[in-house]
């Protein structure tokens, strides 16, 4: 790891601005097509190879208010998990810290999936060990970043999974 070699120009306000007004830009075009519009990551390694987009709505753990994000997702991780279950990344791009979304699921674990037009309860817990190990590879087949954000950092990046409630 080697968060050296995370380009500065990533850590800049106007970056974090812009990725904040495109994350609510995405979410709201998103859901007023019932997910038809806004439903694929197309930056970074998925220029070539678009990732499938949700919408993660958790619980504020200081406001107590929902907080809804757009995130990449991996669907039927393996016969380990179940086809049901949705395996999410909280990479924030290789930042040292974990996203809020993640600090609020831990706090909360009730969250709400918007796959499509269709919105699900789930319970949402951070992969153990054995399963990051299983899951990881998985993740980065689907996106290649992911790795290139573990570099970037010297935090481990949790692996979320999110089942049915």
């Not at 500065?8 to 038809?36: C, F």
């Not at 086809?83 to 810290?97: C, D, E, F, R």
């Not at 899951?135 to 573990?150: E, S």
């Not at 950092?153 to 999974?161: L, S």
């Amino acid at each position: 790891m080697d968060p050296a070699a995370r380009p500065a120009q990533l850590d800049s306000p106007a970056v974090a601005a812009l990725i904040k007004v495109g994350s609510r830009l995405n979410m709201r075009l998103y859901r007023i097509t019932g997910g038809r519009l806004g439903n694929r990551w197309r930056v970074g390694a998925a220029l070539r190879k678009p990732v499938e987009i949700c919408l993660l709505t958790t619980t504020g753990r200081k406001s107590g208010e929902p907080r809804t994000a757009p995130l990449l997702y991996l669907a039927d991780p393996g016969p380990e998990l179940g086809s049901a279950a949705i395996v999410l990344v909280a990479s924030q791009g290789g930042l040292p810290k974990n996203p809020a979304w993640y600090l609020n699921l831990v706090a909360d674990p009730t969250v709400h999936l918007q796959i499509g037009r269709e919105t699900r309860a789930y319970r949402a817990r951070t992969a153990t060990p054995d399963e990051r190990d299983i899951l990881w590879p998985k993740l980065v087949a689907l996106y290649a970043d992911f790795d290139t954000y573990a570099e970037w950092t010297d935090r481990e990046i949790p692996v979320v999974i999110c089942e049915p409630a």
